[in-house]
């Protein structure tokens, strides 16, 4: 018996004796012939419907739609309120509740007014008037920068430990702080930050709460402030 590598070849030389002009279709001339033949068809007619099963697993890898949850599968709604670390923690008496044109209004009760500054220190306030020794209400040197004298901030050189932030609040808007008063609050070994009164309140309120009375101290004048007339209300 021929092998079928060779009756295919028998086969493909007759149908080209027969010419491009022979249209009848000649049979097979072996049964090991055509089972190769058949073989080879249903190989190559199978191609296509494997690439296409291929195709059709493989896509749903990039199926990007979310899956339907079943009815009462639904996540519980966040509560944002316990996500409050602060919400359980005591507001410092020093707290500013209001911040008004001639003083300020604190969490304890306690009020200062009459046009004073306040200074917030280790959980006490004074009332401060940084611009009685200049003899005139101003707060501003000669070259429009924010500048008060040494001495009006004493009391933190009494301090021990010493806060490590000063909050300044300059009042209803913020201005350059003098680089002889900003060498002055380095020397005591505190940062500064500087913003307009009712800013500097906001995050003393903030930072006094979270990181206690001790740690950060606050120097701010009224919102009120005029320079050479004082606060005004």
Not at 120 to 137: D, M, N, Q, T, Y
Not at 163 to 178: A, K
Request: charged share 20%; proline share 8%.
């Amino acid at each position: 018996m021929a092998s079928p590598l060779r009756a295919c070849r028998q086969f493909a030389s007759s149908i080209l004796r027969q010419g491009p002009q022979s249209s009848r279709r000649l049979p097979l001339p072996t049964t090991t012939a055509n089972a190769a033949y058949r073989h080879a068809t249903i190989r190559t007619a199978a191609t296509p419907k494997a690439v296409t099963s291929l195709s059709s697993s493989s896509s749903r890898f990039f199926h990007t739609s979310a899956p339907r949850r079943a009815d009462g599968d639904q996540p519980p709604p966040t509560d944002f309120g316990a996500l409050d670390v602060l919400g359980n923690t005591p507001v410092p008496s020093t707290a500013i509740d209001v911040c008004m044109s001639d003083g300020f209004h604190l969490n304890s009760g306690a009020r200062v007014l009459d046009g004073a500054g306040v200074l917030l220190v280790g959980g006490e306030a004074f009332s401060w008037r940084p611009w009685v020794s200049r003899g005139e209400k101003r707060l501003l040197n000669a070259k429009g920068q924010w500048e008060v004298p040494n001495d009006s901030l004493g009391l933190l050189g009494l301090l021990w430990p010493r806060p490590d932030l000063l909050i300044l609040g300059l009042g209803p808007e913020i201005r350059p702080i003098s680089p002889e008063l900003r060498r002055h609050i380095s020397s005591l070994g505190m940062r500064v930050e500087v913003l307009d009164t009712r800013n500097a309140a906001a995050q003393f309120n903030l930072l006094a709460t979270e990181r206690g009375v001790n740690d950060v101290a606050a120097a701010m004048i009224p919102i009120g402030w005029k320079e050479g007339v004082g606060a005004v209300w």
